[in-house]
């Protein structure tokens, strides 16, 4: 789709013009805040904001801000919405009434995505732009026009989604109505299983144009198919829609089929905020997880029901204030317009799992050509492979000439020697690799750590398949844990370790690879990738390795202790050597 492409350039030509510059006034953001999952976490992003601003990556003049989650139970992104309100008002008083918030979710781990847990979602490496764009980069550039045509309000959006769209010449998506309003997506009936779905006021008057506006009946989050049949949510296709809506997270649906209208991004204006604000300060401390999308939009439109405050079909834990929160909220809400952007010419993706990471960077997916994402971005490797359907995609990265990646594997902030084989579909991530040949669909991603006052290393790695979420919760059970396809007990006889209690960090009912104390510390970078390779090689070749005398430590205690100044100096250090590397290849030019 080539307005899209080109929209979406234009967007990140124009960012590009704004990184390191005062923005003028009413024209950029007023705060930009980053949510994070506890106070260790947001230590870390607020390293990388202060790296990112002193290196003129950013727009100057903005209100740049990190607020954590409180300690305690999870509290999910509408609880993290609840706290970033207050957190506002306590810094700024009233004079928050009048800013322009863009506010985006990025707490939690990653389980899915591990290469973006000890450095989170929102600062995930894009193969794009020098110095290299990260997600928090792409979401301003991708948003920029936003401000300027919205009142005092907040945008609330995710660190792992990637919204494109195009509009007309004279046209802009503004966020001037009172209450809420979101985007819409054309989307496919089984992206809208997993996504919120609008059922719009009078369907039949979208005149399928680029950008309508209109106002939703109701909000349905992940509905069945027959619900979205039952509740009117499906539209047919039009003689007048000409759109060519294939590819992405939310449209793959040819212009026969049916399609609905799915979310991303919501905007509240200052009134619903504060209203959602003295909430929250009246109720106290939340004890349960509250969805920002779930929960709050569900109860918007003059089509809404408490129906919904009962279902916990989509609930990870179900805590005993959740259904007495859910009636709270609904009834707090309810009356209030929810006002729908239809973006008929629009995409999104999502970036939160390994196998959509490798997707979207590595093969000829729409993301690529939409955003222009480069096979070798700000990197050092000579030897590139050519390949027409799937490429490697190297980032911040320095390869020997003798070094092989396979087609789509991705390499970031890694310095890989010449012995060194990436088979296909893996993920390096941080590390120092002298020698290795690695198996299709590994993940390997290195940390510094501090421990005991002393900076050591650590490296993770496992299959693709693998899943660290998966947990049991005795010891008997962990012979269905699988690393690598190969059930954990057998790994573990094949380490010299023993399967006991000890052998796993927190909680002593939720067992899993996430916890399981399996991963070497040592006092070097490729010290620590050699060892976790070679005991990922003593599985695949059942052969002994022996790890009783390492130090041990879990994915979930490498996150805990890790040293943030340390990995970004790392990468400081690369950017210095490609920089020149690069200087000095424009000197023989």
């Known amino acids: 789709m080539a307005s899209l492409r080109d929209a979406s350039l234009q967007k990140l030509r124009r960012f590009s013009e704004m990184r390191g510059k005062p923005v003028a006034n009413g024209k950029f953001w007023d705060v930009v805040a980053i949510t994070a999952a506890d106070e260790k976490q947001g230590l870390a992003y607020e390293q990388q904001l202060s790296e990112k601003l002193k290196r003129k990556e950013l727009p100057l003049g903005v209100r740049y801000h990190v607020f954590a989650d409180p300690p305690g139970a999870k509290i999910g992104n509408g609880g993290s919405t609840l706290c970033a309100l207050q957190c506002l008002r306590s810094l700024y008083g009233d ?109 039949s008057s979208l005149q399928r144009g680029d950008l309508e506006y209109g106002q939703c009946h109701r909000f349905l989050h992940k509905p069945s198919i027959e619900n979205m049949h039952h509740f009117n949510a499906v539209h047919r296709p039009g003689s007048c829609g000409q759109q060519d809506w294939t590819g992405g997270d939310t449209t793959c649906h040819p212009l026969h089929s049916e399609y609905v209208y799915t979310d991303s991004l919501f905007y ?216 690598f396809g190969v059930c954990f007990l057998t790994c573990l006889d094949i380490w010299n370790l023993k399967a006991t209690e000890e052998l796993f960090s927190g909680s002593k009912t939720h067992l899993s690879l996430w916890t399981a104390r399996i991963f070497p510390v040592c006092s070097s970078l490729s010290e620590s990738a050699a060892v976790s390779l070679g005991m990922l090689s003593a599985v695949r070749n059942h052969s002994p390795f022996s790890l009783s005398n390492f130090k041990l430590l879990s994915i979930q205690e490498m996150l805990l202790c890790k040293d943030v100044g340390d990995m970004l100096a790392y990468r400081e250090q690369l950017f210095l050597e490609i920089s020149s590397n690069k200087q000095s290849d424009l000197g023989k030019s």
């Open 95 to 203: 004079t928050w009434n009048s800013f322009t918030v863009l506010l985006i979710h990025s707490g939690g781990y990653s389980q899915r995505l591990p290469n973006a847990s000890a450095l989170g979602k929102i600062f995930t490496a894009l193969p794009l732009g020098e110095p290299i764009y990260q997600m928090l980069d792409l979401k301003l550039a991708m948003y920029m026009d936003f401000p300027s045509h919205m009142k005092p309000g907040v945008l609330v959006t995710c660190a792992d989604d990637i919204e494109l769209y195009s509009v007309g010449d004279s046209e802009s998506i503004a966020f001037d109505q009172p209450g809420f309003t979101a985007l819409a997506h054309p989307s496919s009936l089984a992206v809208g299983t997993t996504h919120g779905v609008f059922v719009l006021d009078s369907p």
């Open 268 to 483: 509240m204006d200052h009134k619903s905020a504060k209203k959602l604000l003295d909430f929250y300060v009246s109720v106290g401390p939340l004890n349960c997880e509250i969805d920002a999308y779930g929960d709050f939009l569900q109860a918007l439109g003059p089509g809404a029901t408490a129906e919904y405050t009962k279902n916990t079909s989509h609930v990870t834990k179900e805590e005993s204030q959740l259904l007495d929160m859910r009636q709270k909220i609904f009834h707090l809400l309810k009356g209030t317009p929810l006002n729908v952007v239809v973006l008929n010419n629009s995409r999104f993706y999502h970036i939160g799992t390994t196998e959509e990471y490798l997707l979207h960077f590595t093969s000829e997916s729409s993301l690529r050509s939409e955003l222009g994402l480069q096979s070798i971005a700000f990197s050092v490797f000579p030897n590139v492979p050519e390949d027409s359907h799937e490429t490697p995609c190297v980032i911040h990265s320095i390869l020997d000439s003798g070094c092989c990646v396979a087609p789509g594997s991705v390499v970031e902030y890694s310095r890989l020697g010449p012995e060194v084989s990436i088979s296909e579909h893996c993920i390096i991530s941080g590390s120092v690799i002298a020698k290795a040949v690695l198996p299709p669909r590994s993940f390997v991603c290195s940390l510094s750590v501090e421990l005991n006052g002393h900076l050591e290393y650590s490296t993770m790695v496992f299959g693709m398949e693998d899943s660290l979420k998966n947990s049991v919760k005795t010891i008997s059970d962990i012979k269905t844990l699988q690393f």
